[in-house]
């Protein structure tokens, strides 16, 4: 039988930091995903990096990625894309504002560096930005980076070490004795192994319950929008009217937002990905918030599914039973915080523990939620209408 | 939401041919057509490839429009059967309810003129969305006047705006000597007609007569570059070809020309079904991916149906309109049974006077072609060449998956790393290769390069052309700036409700 100290089950940004990380320390890692290196959510989101002041819980956590991200290239042998210029967070409404006020309290009280910037220094930041704003927050330790090219940098890097990819091959079991899974089941044939980690994204819950453990998650759908490259170009990432983003390096402005959908996956087909005509109020948005590009094309939309735990963020855990079992879901947080995810779970898998905190992203804080949680909160596939 | 009973995309000879069928039954039809397109939009080789030969005459909106009804004899048929013709609008997006996404009332499209979109939703739709140029690199051909020949056409036909004078044709099928035909008609001198093939591939009396009005052919000869001056083509250098396809020394000739025309294929136009998830299938004698349709042209979508180019093109629908024509009348049969408008006994009537013009006579396999013609202008021209010109991806580029030039990345354990590395982990995947290297990711989405990017790949993987996926395809289609997508009719409730991102209080579609 193939065997690997670490099975990890899912090619995204938190499965593939994590076994990069469990490979430099040296361990037999190997990934198993049903499609391709960072096909899913990881691949597809905004690319934004920043230190989560709007979830408290997570800031030591990226806080730790934003300054593992400065040197990620190098580490990785691989390009990210990634730019460290800064992300500014613009308010157009009142209500923004008290919003934005209130994260700087947070930022502040954490020890982050933030700066509250005038419209008139905005206009500078972002050339062709709404006159209309209020003011912003700038946080000069935020970023953006190319989700596909950081994907690929994770796996050739993980390869770099000796670790092993295993892509298109479904996972379709995990064998348990006692408490341990001793294996995991895929249609590349059994992978034995020490410890498993299950990064499966928006299958987490269903990768789980293979081994009899409940991980309350729901799927959902977001569309995001890319425009042709477009000048002059702003370095700095852009959360404002709704929407969030940036600009890349080739000159793209890249931005989402909007509502999302709540779908059902399965764990041997990759759902599809529809855009709806949402992407023409994101449009709207766009060039309400940047006037100045009003005439960008847009060339591109597309979705990507994220899977979101009841309280909207990560669960990271080391589970009691199956003991050799390590629960990674990020709530859609995955991206930003991924370097730091990596070093989380390597270090739970090392030594069981790990000096960065996360207190409150354990899978005891939803022992409450039964099978009907989604139900119960809304949280299910609308019906179908036609 | 404004509903149609039939809406037919595309207003070609299929399009008014099924628009015509349906209105006559009784059918309310909406035909739409984006030409006249704004030049905004031509200059971005997308969704014609026009290289920049157009005139400036395209910026005369009115006299473009009087231009297209003029030269499409079908418009005025249609609109006196009562088709409702809206022409100078595109659809740049379809959508339709699945397992991920539910909450539409209907199906919709996605439309727009030069100013602003909107949807309308229908009840049975016709995509007669033709098909567009194949794109094959050769250097310089990002340089203005390299063209292909439906941008030719629309250039020469719609608008009488084709920009050129000398022009290089590429290609003796019916497509390069019906391309050098309409241009000697409009008084364009035509330099050179080249195939890499060792003789005419297309209508020999046709090819007769070019020759007899003193058109140069020049077969088993290849394109080694097209040489320009301030971003424009001056000259074209062929050189003749062996059985190997390689270059023959000594045999290099210089023809000066300022538009090289490629002609040697067509793709068909199939976003808008590939949207809607009709299935398609890999035919290499049609184009390529083309929907799976029964004999009245219904696609594996309900109430979807497809008809002309869009539904698999070979190069004898050229000089054979009749092909086109009876697609669109079947399929506007069908649309017209499936409403009501035609009992089964008049429906079986008709496609039986129909099924017999419709079938494909045998084409043949237009990747052997197209894969003799690549390798040609590789031998040729050498391997720092953009493939795809958007994003200037050479083809060293692509089958080294090297990162973007801008990023001037460097580092020893990156260059060990190419499609060979890649290949092994995985079956190659074209919009993998594109997120790595960017081929396919620039303003015309691929519509240029896709076609020689999956050969390239599957040839430097050693994989079988058939087993390549499509690119994907997605909304919009065409390239709308941010103030025409614009949602001018967006709801207060999505106003008010619109998340920036997963919260509490976040709103759902419902």
């Known amino acids: ?386 | 939401m404004e509903s149609r009973s039939l809406v037919v995309v595309g207003a070609g000879i299929a399009g008014t041919a099924a628009a015509i069928e349906a209105a006559r039954a009784g059918v309310q039809v909406t035909l739409f057509d984006e030409n006249p397109i704004p030049e905004s939009m031509a200059a971005l080789n997308a969704p014609q490839f026009f290289g920049q030969r157009f005139n400036a005459v395209l910026h005369d909106r009115a006299l473009m429009l009087e231009r297209v009804v003029h030269a499409n004899e079908g418009l005025a048929e249609a609109e006196e059967a009562g088709v409702d013709v809206q022409l100078g609008t595109c659809v740049w997006g379809a959508f339709r309810n699945s397992d991920t996404s539910r909450v539409l009332d209907g199906p919709q499209l996605g439309l727009a003129n030069r100013d602003r979109s909107w949807l309308i939703m229908y009840d049975r739709l016709i995509v007669a969305a033709g098909a567009r140029d194949l794109g094959l690199a050769f250097a310089g051909w990002n340089l203005a006047g390299a063209m292909g020949a439906n941008g030719a056409h629309a250039l020469m036909r719609h608008y009488q705006a084709l920009a050129s004078r000398r022009m290089v044709v590429l290609g003796t099928g019916n497509l390069g000597l019906n391309t050098a035909r309409m241009a000697l008609d409009r008084g364009i001198e035509v330099a050179a007609i080249v195939d890499v093939s060792d003789s005419v591939r297309g209508d020999r009396a046709l090819s007769a007569a070019l020759q007899d009005m003193g058109v140069r052919l020049y077969t088993s000869h290849t394109v080694r570059e097209a040489v320009g001056r301030d971003g424009e083509i001056e000259s074209v250098r062929l050189v003749e070809i062996d059985d190997n396809s390689e270059p023959v020394a000594g045999t290099e000739k210089e023809i000066s020309a300022d538009t090289v025309c490629l002609a040697i294929g067509l793709v068909p136009n199939v976003e808008l079904l590939s949207l809607l998830g009709c299935d398609v299938g890999f035919k290499p004698e049609l184009g390529g991916y083309v929907p799976v349709h029964d004999d009245c042209m219904r696609t594996s979508v309900r109430d979807v149906h497809v008809a002309g180019d869009a539904a698999g093109f070979h190069d004898g629908m050229v000089l054979n309109t009749e092909i086109a024509r009876s697609q669109g009348r079947l399929a506007g049969v069908a649309a017209a049974e499936s409403l009501g408008a035609f009992d089964t006994a008049e429906a079986t009537a008709r496609r039986r006077e129909l099924t017999g013009t419709a079938i494909n006579s045998k084409p043949t396999d237009a990747y052997a072609n197209w894969t003799r013609w690549l390798r040609a202008l590789r031998n040729a021209g050498g391997s720092d060449v953009p493939v795809c010109p958007c994003e200037e991806v050479t083809r060293e580029d692509l089958i080294g998956l090297r990162p973007p030039r801008f990023l001037k990345w460097e580092s020893e354990r990156r260059d060990g790393r190419s499609l060979g590395t890649l290949a092994p982990d995985a079956r190659v995947n074209p919009d993998q290769v594109k997120r790595l290297t960017r081929a396919g990711m620039g303003h015309c989405q691929g519509r240029l390069c896709r076609e020689q990017v999956a050969l390239l790949l599957a040839e430097a993987s050693g994989s079988d052309i058939a087993d390549m996926p499509l690119m994907s395809y997605r909304p919009p289609v065409r390239p709308l700036p941010l103030r025409v997508l614009w949602s001018h009719d967006e709801s207060e409730q999505v106003r008010r409700e619109w998340a920036k991102w997963f919260s509490p209080t976040s709103p759902v579609l419902e």
């Open chain 1, 1 to 386: 039988m193939d065997r690997a100290d670490i099975v990890v089950i899912g090619a995204g940004v938190s499965g593939l930091s994590s076994a990069y990380f469990l490979a430099r320390a040296g361990r037999d890692v190997v990934v198993v995903d049903k499609g391709i290196v960072g096909g899913e959510a990881s691949g597809r989101n905004g690319g934004m990096v920043s230190e989560r002041v709007d979830e408290p819980l997570l800031i030591p956590m990226a806080v730790e990625a934003t300054e593992m991200w400065a040197t990620l290239d190098e580490e990785l042998g691989h390009p990210t894309e990634f730019v460290q210029e800064g992300r500014l967070q613009v308010a157009v409404t009142e209500k923004d504002m008290g919003d934005l006020l209130a994260e700087r309290d947070v930022a502040l009280g954490h020890g982050i560096d933030v700066q509250l910037v005038e419209p008139t220094e905005i206009r500078d930041l972002i050339p062709g930005i709404t006159e209309r704003t209020l003011g912003g927050l700038f946080f000069p330790n935020g970023g953006h980076a190319n989700t596909q090219l950081t994907v690929q940098a994770y796996a050739w890097a993980l390869q770099d070490l000796g670790g092993r990819l295993y892509q298109n091959t479904t996972v379709t079991g995990l064998r348990i004795v006692d408490d341990r899974v001793t294996s995991v089941e895929t249609t590349a044939g059994d992978i034995a192994a020490d410890v498993v980690v299950g990064a499966a994204g928006p299958q987490t819950g269903l990768m789980a319950q293979l081994a009899g453990v409940h991980v309350p998650v729901a799927p959902a759908r977001v569309e995001i929008m890319a425009t042709a490259h477009v000048e002059p170009r702003f370095p700095i990432a852009l959360v404002g009217n709704g929407l969030y983003g940036h600009q890349a390096v080739r000159g793209n402005l890249i931005f989402g937002g909007g509502a999302h959908e709540w779908i059902d996956v399965d764990l041997t087909t990759s759902p599809g990905k529809p855009n709806t005509p949402l992407i023409r109020n994101i449009a709207r948005r766009l060039a309400e918030l940047l006037p100045g590009a009003a005439d960008a094309p847009v060339v591109r939309s597309w979705a990507g599914v994220v899977e979101q735990a009841p309280d909207y963020r990560p669960i990271i855990d080391i589970l009691d039973y199956p003991s050799n079992y390590v629960v990674v879901t990020a709530s859609a947080h995955g991206f930003g915080i991924s370097p730091a995810t990596g070093k989380v779970v390597s270090d739970l898998v090392l030594f069981g523990e790990t000096n960065i905190d996360i207190s409150g992203l354990g899978l005891n804080r939803f022992a409450d939620y039964g099978p009907d949680w989604r139900e119960k909160r809304g949280w299910t596939p609308a019906p179908l209408r036609y």
